[in-house]
């Protein structure tokens, strides 16, 4: 009897020890070439989570005898049984979508082939080697088959922070994650007739790309899992966390015409820390980008006739006859002054520094961890302005520029991000307890130009003020795995409080202020100058522009992940949210995938969705100084709804666009070394928010007597707006497909990319007030809508191919960017840009185990855009438009790297 129950004891003994959880260790390794697969994710059914190292060693927290989820960009990911000393081997992938995925699901073993929702995974860190682009928002317009990004011109702080689409929407509309935490927003809102007029979007070049492992990239609308923003998806960024010593990355290069020059240095560390697997990930990217002009040569005579002070110019770019008989002898009898130049238009002068900081402490006990993410960006930019020439007397000094000038935006941006949280495992459920701050602030200055109501005492520099946004997020989440609900149930839930805050501050006097507006004993005002106030091309903020807002919100979320059956999956999510400044709404969305074979999957998803109206879009002020019809001091700009003006206009207050999105598609894994995705979808947005024109005023700037007299009580002859004016339907089909072949020390991996998208404006809402009846194309103007339907391409494809030989590699892309249109509207023309292919073109050569060099370009063979239209072109000066592959032809660049250990 003593047997039996000693027996029976050991058993009790082993279940008990099996039943815990325990720190396994083990080596991952590559199935092909033997060597060790560094920065694996390795995820056990019961939570426990590790990366693997420089050797491919890991150590995770799990129970003896459970599934262990191993996944790596660039491999198949496995599945293994828990046991100590494991040995696991990975074999290649044909792309990145067997990765897990964080974003769009909460399940910790869902891989991008396998969810309910089509999510793109860029994985960075393998592939910027090769890459000819630069820039974050530039590698994925060339990677993400529905994103799109251009640099803009002239066109003051939009040309400092480019805005970017996905799937057509606005820059807006786009929610941007870092490790899954939601990040800030910029202060700048585009409002100068680019891609996302009226809109703020997030500044994806502040993220250093050295810093970046991978990139997540949802395409569906996901606002009942994230909240407000995400109409269009989610990008989530994820950092590297390896314990993989030093690497670094010089470049440089040029565009074909040799300018754009670029030098840029670019760091990565990796430290281990302590002896449970805790790390420290640092890293840094500087560059210097000088600028690039893309204008027509002028050949320009400036008629000088001070003694008459009537100064005037003649382009004789499309007269060459005429301009050569004026010789010097000519020039110098009839003080004639020829001044060839150019107008500055192209890229703006960058310098940027950014660095990241990706901190991981696992606690001893082995049920939980400390982390933390720290970001700073500096940026400092040149950009160029419209010229002033001579014949236009109210805005010269002609002491300091007697035949014109071109001003200088000057911009000091600084964005900073820092995230700490702890994740906790309460028995089988998981705990994340986070907080995340970010400010962004873009302060401007304006040089080479002058304020001329100052005449000769103007300076030629000013500081024109600023604006800044500051974003504090706090997260609890909680999530438990359900292993034995039929195939497994994943449920989680959560709440968020979201603190906002957002600052426009005046500039100095002599950027905003008119030196010839004198008040008269009556009250009314005196013009004695006759001369504009304010330095030119972007007077400063003045002090009635200054605000200081904030607003705060609280959300409740719930999400959960049912597997049926082994090849059925139901997910569905809800989200309540309350603003303090526009009330609550609530948002749901469900989805499935359906798998008849493991090749085949069937999923669709169905979401309402919504975006808050930004701060900036209810508190944005740019007022600048008039003199009203009846003599006295004026107003005209960008008034916020609130104001007083605004409320007796009958201008409504802002409310929130609301979102319908429908997806389906179907996802295809025929061998292990082909996959195939395609995405129908359709998103309807309600009340979407656009940036009016200047009322008081017809289309071509003409007053009208009429509707000024509504703004003169108020102290203004005219004003723009912000407005839910119009409804949108964006219908479209994304196609992914990658294929890997082998054949004997070669590897050739072949990529092809497509999307096909259409915006359309459904209806103008019936909200044009009715003291404003008539300026309905002021209200929504025709060139407004093609910013919104056709500014970027409705097509894109890009067909890439990366062979590999041992040591040498070479990677070639070719992306069709579709056609484009551009309305003039109210001086110009409507215009369409025919679709273009450019071609990027890279070698790469491995010098030593820690030493590759690369060389190569983007747009090799220098493909344009059509040339615009003369009647939009200014007179010829913007010879192209900012659309498509961007106007800047070929760039080619050599770069060196060095990966330590």
Same mark, same amino acid.
Not at 113 to 129: E, G, H, K, Y
């Given at each position: 009897?003593?047997?039996?129950?000693?027996?029976?004891?050991?058993?009790?003994?082993? #279940?008990?020890?099996?039943?815990?959880?325990?720190?396994?260790?083990?080596?991952?390794?590559?199935?092909?070439?033997?060597?060790?697969?560094?920065?694996?994710?390795?995820?056990?059914?019961?939570?426990?989570?590790?990366?693997?190292?420089?050797?491919?060693?890991?150590?995770?927290?799990?129970?003896?005898?459970?599934?262990?989820?191993?996944?790596? $960009? *660039?491999?198949?990911?496995?599945?293994?049984?828990?046991?100590?000393?494991?040995?696991?081997?990975?074999?290649?992938?044909?792309?990145?979508?067997?990765?897990?995925?964080?974003?769009?699901?909460?399940?910790?073993?869902?891989?991008?082939?396998?969810?309910?929702?089509?999510?793109?995974?860029?994985?960075?860190?393998?592939?910027?080697?090769?890459?000819?682009?630069?820039?974050?928002?530039?590698?994925?317009?060339?990677?993400?088959?529905?994103?799109?990004?251009?640099?803009?011109?002239?066109?003051?702080?939009?040309?400092?922070?480019?805005?970017? @689409?996905?799937?057509?929407?606005?820059?807006?509309?786009?929610?941007?994650?870092?490790?899954?935490?939601?990040?800030?927003?910029?202060?700048?809102?585009?409002?100068?007739?680019?891609?996302?007029?009226?809109?703020?979007?997030?500044?994806?070049?502040?993220?250093?790309?050295?810093?970046?492992?991978?990139?997540?990239?949802?395409?569906?609308?996901?606002?009942?899992?994230?909240?407000?923003?995400?109409?269009?998806?989610?990008?989530?960024?994820?950092?590297?966390?390896?314990?993989?010593?030093?690497?670094?990355?010089?470049?440089?290069?040029?565009?074909?015409?040799?300018?754009?020059?670029?030098?840029?240095?670019?760091?990565?560390?990796?430290?281990?820390?302590?002896?449970?697997?805790? @790390?420290?990930?640092?890293?840094?990217?500087?560059?210097?980008?000088?600028?690039?002009?893309?204008?027509?040569?002028?050949?320009?005579?400036?008629?000088?006739?001070?003694?008459?002070?009537? /100064?005037?110019?003649?382009?004789?770019?499309?007269?060459?006859?005429?301009?050569?008989?004026?010789?010097?002898?000519?020039?110098?009898?009839?003080?004639?002054?020829?001044?060839?130049?150019?107008?500055?238009?192209?890229?703006?002068?960058?310098?940027?520094?950014?660095?990241?900081?990706?901190?991981?402490?696992?606690?001893?006990?082995?049920?939980?961890?400390?982390?933390?993410?720290?970001?700073?960006?500096?940026?400092?930019?040149?950009?160029?302005?419209?010229?002033?020439?001579?014949?236009?007397?109210?805005?010269?000094?002609?002491?300091?520029?007697?035949?014109? /000038?071109?001003?200088?935006?000057?911009?000091?941006?600084?964005?900073?991000?820092?995230?700490?949280? #702890?994740?906790?495992?309460?028995?089988?459920?998981?705990?994340?307890?986070?907080?995340?701050?970010?400010?962004?602030?873009?302060?401007?200055?304006?040089?080479?130009?002058?304020?001329?109501?100052?005449?000769?005492?103007?300076?030629?520099?000013?500081?024109?003020?600023?604006?800044?946004?500051?974003?504090?997020?706090?997260?609890?989440?909680?999530?438990?795995?359900?292993?034995?609900?039929?195939?497994?149930?994943?449920?989680?839930?959560?709440?968020?409080?979201?603190?906002?805050?957002?600052?426009?501050?005046?500039?100095?006097?002599?950027?905003?202020?008119?030196?010839?507006?004198?008040?008269?004993?009556?009250?009314?005002?005196?013009?004695?100058?006759?001369?504009?106030?304010?330095?030119?091309?972007?007077?400063?903020?003045?002090?009635?522009?200054?605000?200081?807002?904030?607003?705060?919100?609280?959300?409740?979320?719930?999400?959960?992940?049912?597997?049926?059956?082994?090849?059925?999956?139901?997910?569905?999510?809800?989200?309540?949210?309350?603003? @303090?400044?526009?009330?609550?709404?609530?948002?749901?969305?469900?989805?499935?995938?359906?798998?008849?074979?493991?090749?085949?999957?069937?999923? *669709?998803?169905?979401?309402?969705?919504?975006?808050?109206?930004?701060?900036?879009?209810?508190?944005?002020?740019?007022?600048?100084?008039?003199?009203?019809?009846?003599?006295?001091?004026?107003?005209?700009?960008?008034?916020?709804?609130?104001?007083?003006?605004?409320?007796?206009?009958?201008?409504?207050?802002?409310?929130?666009?609301?979102?319908?999105?429908?997806?389906?598609?179907?996802?295809?894994?025929?061998?292990?070394?082909?996959?195939?995705?395609?995405?129908?979808?359709?998103?309807?947005?309600?009340?979407?928010?656009?940036?009016?024109?200047?009322?008081?005023?017809?289309?071509?700037?003409?007053?009208?007597?009429?509707?000024?007299?509504?703004?003169?009580?108020?102290?203004?002859?005219?004003?723009?707006?912000?407005?839910?004016?119009?409804?949108?339907? $964006?219908?479209?089909?994304?196609?992914?497909?990658?294929?890997?072949?082998?054949?004997?020390?070669?590897?050739?991996?072949?990529?092809?990319?497509?999307?096909?998208?259409?915006?359309?404006?459904?209806?103008?809402?019936?909200?044009?007030?009715?003291?404003?009846?008539?300026?309905?194309?002021?209200?929504?103007?025709?060139?407004?809508?093609?910013?919104?339907?056709?500014?970027?391409?409705?097509?894109?494809?890009?067909?890439?191919?990366?062979?590999?030989?041992?040591?040498?590699?070479?990677?070639?892309?070719?992306?069709?960017?579709?056609?484009?249109?551009?309305?003039?509207?109210?001086?110009?023309?409507?215009?369409? /840009?025919?679709?273009?292919?450019?071609?990027?073109?890279?070698?790469?050569?491995?010098?030593?185990?820690?030493?590759?060099?690369?060389?190569?370009?983007?747009?090799?063979?220098?493909?344009?855009?059509?040339?615009?239209?003369?009647?939009?072109?200014?007179?010829?000066?913007?010879?192209?438009?900012?659309?498509?592959?961007?106007?800047?032809?070929?760039?080619?660049?050599?770069?060196?790297?060095?990966?330590?250990?």
């Amino acid at each position: 009897m003593k047997q039996v129950y000693l027996l029976l004891l050991m058993i009790c003994v082993q #279940v008990t020890v099996f039943a815990q959880k325990t720190s396994l260790r083990g080596q991952i390794t590559d199935a092909t070439t033997k060597e060790p697969v560094i920065g694996a994710t390795v995820i056990a059914q019961t939570g426990g989570k590790a990366i693997s190292d420089i050797s491919g060693n890991f150590t995770v927290l799990a129970t003896v005898g459970e599934p262990l989820t191993i996944a790596s $960009t *660039g491999f198949e990911t496995a599945t293994v049984t828990a046991a100590p000393n494991l040995s696991i081997q990975l074999n290649p992938s044909a792309s990145a979508l067997d990765a897990v995925v964080v974003v769009g699901t909460r399940n910790p073993t869902r891989t991008a082939l396998n969810t309910p929702v089509p999510v793109d995974v860029i994985p960075l860190s393998a592939v910027q080697r090769t890459l000819p682009q630069n820039d974050l928002n530039q590698v994925l317009t060339y990677l993400a088959p529905s994103f799109q990004s251009n640099r803009q011109s002239s066109s003051d702080g939009t040309e400092h922070i480019d805005p970017a @689409s996905l799937r057509g929407m606005g820059p807006d509309q786009t929610l941007v994650l870092i490790n899954g935490k939601r990040r800030h927003t910029t202060s700048l809102l585009n409002n100068q007739g680019t891609f996302g007029n009226g809109s703020v979007g997030t500044d994806l070049n502040a993220i250093p790309m050295s810093a970046i492992e991978r990139i997540e990239v949802l395409r569906d609308g996901a606002s009942a899992q994230y909240g407000s923003d995400a109409i269009a998806g989610v990008v989530n960024i994820i950092l590297k966390t390896k314990a993989d010593g030093l690497s670094l990355s010089a470049s440089s290069g040029m565009t074909h015409r040799g300018d754009g020059l670029l030098g840029r240095l670019t760091g990565n560390y990796g430290l281990g820390l302590g002896k449970n697997g805790g @790390s420290l990930n640092v890293s840094f990217d500087g560059y210097t980008r000088s600028s690039t002009n893309r204008t027509q040569n002028h050949n320009l005579i400036i008629f000088d006739q001070s003694a008459q002070g009537n /100064f005037f110019a003649y382009d004789f770019t499309n007269d060459p006859e005429a301009a050569r008989a004026y010789d010097d002898s000519v020039m110098t009898a009839n003080g004639l002054v020829r001044d060839d130049f150019n107008f500055q238009v192209g890229d703006a002068q960058i310098n940027n520094l950014s660095s990241f900081a990706n901190l991981l402490l696992p606690f001893s006990s082995g049920k939980g961890e400390f982390y933390a993410f720290a970001g700073y960006n500096g940026r400092r930019g040149k950009g160029f302005g419209f010229r002033r020439l001579p014949s236009d007397g109210a805005k010269m000094v002609f002491s300091k520029f007697p035949y014109g /000038f071109q001003p200088n935006t000057g911009s000091s941006i600084n964005d900073v991000s820092l995230g700490m949280g #702890v994740r906790y495992d309460l028995g089988r459920w998981k705990a994340d307890l986070s907080n995340t701050v970010g400010n962004n602030s873009f302060d401007y200055s304006v040089s080479n130009t002058v304020n001329a109501s100052l005449q000769d005492k103007t300076p030629t520099h000013f500081e024109a003020g600023g604006h800044a946004f500051t974003q504090n997020t706090v997260n609890a989440d909680i999530s438990r795995y359900f292993e034995n609900t039929l195939s497994g149930l994943n449920l989680a839930f959560g709440a968020e409080y979201r603190l906002e805050n957002y600052r426009i501050n005046e500039g100095e006097e002599a950027s905003w202020r008119n030196y010839g507006l004198v008040t008269n004993p009556d009250g009314t005002i005196t013009d004695t100058l006759g001369l504009a106030g304010g330095a030119q091309s972007f007077p400063g903020f003045g002090p009635v522009n200054a605000v200081n807002e904030s607003r705060s919100n609280v959300s409740l979320y719930a999400d959960t992940e049912l597997d049926v059956t082994k090849f059925w999956t139901v997910s569905a999510a809800g989200r309540y949210e309350n603003y @303090s400044d526009f009330g609550n709404t609530f948002n749901y969305k469900i989805a499935t995938l359906l798998r008849p074979t493991s090749a085949i999957g069937i999923r *669709g998803a169905i979401s309402t969705g919504f975006r808050a109206p930004s701060l900036h879009q209810q508190y944005f002020s740019y007022i600048s100084t008039t003199i009203l019809s009846d003599g006295r001091l004026g107003q005209s700009g960008f008034f916020p709804n609130q104001s007083e003006l605004a409320q007796s206009l009958g201008i409504p207050k802002l409310k929130q666009e609301t979102s319908q999105n429908v997806s389906v598609g179907i996802t295809l894994k025929p061998t292990s070394n082909f996959n195939l995705s395609v995405d129908a979808y359709q998103i309807n947005v309600k009340d979407r928010i656009v940036l009016t024109g200047l009322f008081g005023y017809d289309p071509l700037g003409s007053s009208i007597p009429d509707v000024q007299a509504l703004f003169l009580p108020f102290g203004a002859d005219g004003g723009r707006f912000f407005t839910n004016a119009i409804n949108t339907t $964006t219908q479209g089909i994304d196609i992914v497909a990658s294929y890997r072949m082998t054949f004997g020390k070669n590897k050739l991996d072949i990529t092809g990319l497509a999307n096909f998208n259409q915006t359309k404006v459904d209806s103008l809402l019936n909200n044009v007030p009715a003291k404003l009846a008539g300026q309905e194309d002021v209200y929504f103007s025709p060139a407004e809508r093609g910013l919104i339907e056709r500014v970027n391409p409705r097509q894109k494809l890009n067909l890439s191919l990366n062979y590999t030989r041992g040591k040498f590699s070479v990677y070639l892309a070719n992306v069709y960017f579709g056609a484009s249109y551009r309305n003039g509207f109210p001086f110009g023309v409507e215009q369409t /840009f025919s679709g273009k292919m450019v071609h990027d073109l890279s070698f790469s050569y491995q010098i030593s185990p820690k030493l590759s060099l690369t060389f190569g370009g983007n747009n090799i063979f220098s493909a344009y855009p059509d040339e615009q239209a003369y009647d939009n072109s200014y007179f010829g000066v913007f010879k192209y438009a900012p659309v498509q592959m961007g106007m800047n032809g070929g760039f080619y660049f050599l770069r060196l790297n060095y990966i330590g250990g």
